[in-house]
């Protein structure tokens, strides 16, 4: 079983005043699969009074729908598990900010980072999921702040917070910014992808992304300018320019409100586009804009992510759902039943090939092949599936997470020692096992060796004993 790990989004909304101590109760959102075998996203409700709960899951509902009306999420949401964690607070943000103290609250994580050692929170969340899948924590946090944050940290664990606020306190909506707040966060925390906006800091001289970096090398962003060397050169097109030039246009409405708009000849193009990780030189993105652009990809129009970052995703996605984890072998009479019951992308099928001692079966590509003793033969076997993903999001996967196998050693008995074909086992198959005892296996005695062990012994003699008389 994996490490229980997770990623949290905490959201900011607002509320009003009401307190009753409960257990907190989990509810499902939307169910695809067993949790070992799924991401699991969980939410938490965060200075949410009792009066609340339904605004609270509202708010769930939001954004579990925003997330996953969004590529790639959306093609993969069958990858994914959605569950609500609801616990009252004794405070809400109103009441709060007019005592001016230390808020009372569930989680104890009001006005601040969340803390992935809070023990609290971790009791909460190992009480409903002990030992599954990486989890996704999206703690709503009800405030009408707009704050932002988050990253990812190991192989399935990180920290989120995104204060997306309300346009009133007693607004039951979310502000229009919640999804794109909630997607460009999920990008940080779950496929580990940087900010692609630009800024005010410069690089200094020579100062390279060695000096940035902890672990892994930064997936969206990059200092190298060297086509051969840059990480998404499997993205970029021979005349895409390396730089890529964009600019700056300032247009008016018609009410004569200005407002900069990113242009480029090269916007659809993934190429090397001058300034990201908060820098306006020496750092690289690679699109003009993305749903990591942050601010400036937020809004009623959400961009989507780049080649790049979508990539990023699906790859993340692999790396905690296996595709053949979930199987069943039905055992009859004469036939065996091999399955898989692998998760479905939305918008094309996986590529799924099975193969009975390395060769390929012809016109078998559904999740369960039927084999049968006198189709395959007695003796020892492998049956092995294949699952490809075919998306054309990943042109590079130096892992092979979109190709897994799985694999069966059947053995198929000889269904009588009958070794002298009269129809029964008597003492004619006795004298011509016992001729055959001990000796070495060979194409001629194969069928003696009763167990498949590759020798001829007493266990084959115990088997034959068994069927004597029969």
């Avoid at 897994?404 to 009958?418: A, H, K, T």
């Avoid at 198959?429 to 005892?437: E, G």
Wanted: one cysteine or more; charged letters at 20%.
């Amino acid at each position: 079983m994996k490490k229980l790990g997770f990623l949290l989004v905490m959201l900011v909304l607002a509320s009003s005043a009401g307190w009753t101590e409960e257990v907190p109760t989990i509810t499902a959102i939307m169910e695809n699969g067993p949790n070992e075998h799924r991401i699991n996203v969980v939410f938490l409700s965060e200075a949410y009074v009792a009066s609340q709960r339904e605004t609270y899951f509202n708010d769930v509902a939001v954004a579990t729908e925003g997330l996953f009306n969004f590529t790639p999420f959306k093609e993969y949401k069958n990858y994914f598990n959605v569950y609500a964690i609801w616990a009252a607070s004794q405070d809400s943000v109103l009441s709060i900010v007019a005592r001016g103290e230390e808020p009372r609250t569930y989680f104890g994580q009001w006005g601040g980072l969340f803390a992935k050692d809070s023990e609290k929170g971790e009791r909460v969340l190992r009480s409903f999921f002990p030992s599954s899948n990486p989890i996704v924590v999206v703690m709503l946090q009800n405030d009408d702040r707009v704050t932002a944050a988050g990253s990812k940290s190991g192989a399935t664990s990180g920290g989120i917070t995104v204060g997306t606020g309300r346009l009133h306190h007693d607004s039951s909506i979310p502000d229009v910014m919640y999804v794109g707040t909630v997607v460009h966060e999920f990008g940080h925390a779950f496929g580990d992808l940087r900010d692609e906006y630009d800024g005010t800091l410069t690089l200094e001289s020579g100062q390279t992304e060695r000096d940035f970096l902890s672990n892994a090398p930064f997936i969206n962003i990059t200092t190298e300018t060297n086509r051969d060397r840059i990480r998404w050169k499997h993205w970029l097109d021979p005349d895409t320019p390396i730089p890529t030039p964009w600019s700056l246009v300032l247009e008016f409405s018609d009410n004569g409100i200005g407002s900069y708009t990113h242009t480029s000849d090269y916007a659809e193009k993934v190429g090397l586009f001058a300034g990201a990780y908060s820098f306006s030189n020496g750092w690289y993105r690679p699109k003009l804009n993305c749903a990591m652009r942050g601010e400036r990809a937020w809004g009623e129009e959400q961009l989507p992510f780049c080649e790049v970052c979508r990539e990023a995703l699906v790859l993340e996605i692999y790396r905690h759902v296996d595709p053949t984890a979930e199987v069943g072998v039905t055992i009859g009479d004469t036939v065996t039943v091999f399955s898989i019951n692998p998760p479905a992308p939305t918008d094309h099928n996986l590529k799924i090939q099975w193969l009975v001692d390395s060769l390929v079966v012809p016109n078998q590509t559904s999740n369960q092949l039927k084999v049968t003793d006198t189709g395959i033969g007695y003796g020892r076997h492998t049956v092995m599936v294949q699952v490809v993903d075919t998306t054309e999001f990943v042109r590079k996967d130096a892992e092979g997470l979109l190709l897994r196998s799985l694999e069966w050693r059947p053995v198929v008995f000889y269904p009588q020692p009958d070794f002298s074909g009269d129809g029964k086992v008597d003492f004619d198959d006795f004298f011509l096992f016992a001729d055959a005892f001990g000796r070495a296996k060979s194409p001629i005695t194969e069928r003696y060796d009763l167990d498949w062990d590759g020798a001829i012994d007493f266990t084959d003699f115990f088997l034959f004993a068994d069927a004597f008389g029969k």
